[in-house]
């Protein structure tokens, strides 16, 4: 009864060898489990939180003393305002550091965003900031801004590029963007046209518009509106799309007789309407 039990419990000596290697390796996990491994996992946070501790030591005492302090506003100039008014203003030792030395190496702010160029100033201070901020031009500014210049006679369809750079304010680009525009529209009818050429905006015309004399209508070359084909009167500046097809169906039923014929508020405007008037004629033939 009890021979067929023990048979169970019977090993070859291959199988005991086995037996005892799967033995060992158990043991080596038990080993590590219970010594090795919660060593390790002790170790780390206790490292982590040393670095912490070490990181909080360094930056924490200056924010407390920031935000300690009595932030005083007050209208200022940046190019112009001390390091203790800097420290009034909530600003921090160190960026108060990096604005003078950006001021130092030559450095200067000429827009209230030219601040936000300091790296160390955040959006959010820079918010808080900028309502008092109070940049003005020096003296010698004004009196380069304002210093007269000589007044040039130029009239625009006879003119050329060497003429045009002589104005202040206009360069070589602005000279040739003028003379294109010019063949564009088959010459100006007045100076207020420049607004149109890109890049002109209403302040730089009022800054050179005194150098220009009446346009000489009489250099303008005008379409004839019976005869100029559908590329070329779409070409004008002032002509749509819409308002060539209008032009060319409108001519195909019979000869334009007056250019005021055209005069149709469906495919152009009455105000674009006159500015184009100058440029179109009829057909004499």
């Not at 206790?46 to 932030?71: G, M, R």
């Not at 827009?111 to 160390?120: A, M, R, T, V």
């Not at 008092?132 to 801004?145: A, G, L, M």
């Not at 009818?189 to 420049?194: D, F, I, M, V």
Request: glycine share 4%; charged share 25%; with cysteine.
């Amino acid at each position: 009864m009890l021979k067929p039990i023990f048979d169970y419990f019977y090993f070859s000596q291959k199988e005991r060898r086995g037996i005892f290697m799967l033995l060992s390796i158990i043991l080596i996990l038990i080993f590590i489990n219970l010594f090795v491994i919660p060593n390790i996992s002790q170790e780390k946070p206790i490292d982590k939180l040393a670095f912490i501790a070490w990181v909080d030591s360094l930056t924490q005492k200056p924010l407390e003393q920031v935000e300690a302090k009595t932030i005083e506003y007050f209208k200022f100039n940046p190019n112009l305002i001390t390091k203790e008014d800097w420290l009034k203003l909530g600003l921090s030792e160190k960026q108060t550091q990096t604005i003078l030395n950006y001021r130092n190496a030559g450095g200067k702010f000429f827009k209230k965003e030219d601040l936000k160029k300091i790296y160390s100033i955040s959006e959010t201070q820079y918010q808080k900031l900028e309502p008092f901020i109070s940049i003005s031009k020096s003296k010698k500014e004004k009196r380069k801004n304002y210093a007269p210049q000589k007044k040039l006679h130029i009239e625009l369809n006879t003119t050329d590029s060497v003429e045009l750079i002589k104005i202040y304010g206009v360069g070589a680009v602005f000279a040739s963007r003028i003379l294109k525009y010019r063949n564009l529209l088959g010459g100006y009818t007045h100076p207020s046209q420049l607004v149109e050429v890109y890049g002109i905006d209403s302040g730089k015309f009022e800054n050179i518009k005194h150098n220009f004399t009446a346009c000489d209508t009489a250099k303008i070359n005008q379409l004839n509106i019976n005869t100029a084909d559908f590329k070329k009167l779409l070409k004008h500046p002032y002509i749509s799309y819409e308002f060539v097809k209008f032009i060319v169906n409108a001519r195909k039923v019979e000869k334009i007789k007056s250019v005021d014929d055209l005069r149709e508020p469906k495919y152009i405007s009455d105000s674009l309407f006159m500015k184009l008037r100058p440029y179109l004629k009829i057909s004499t033939k």
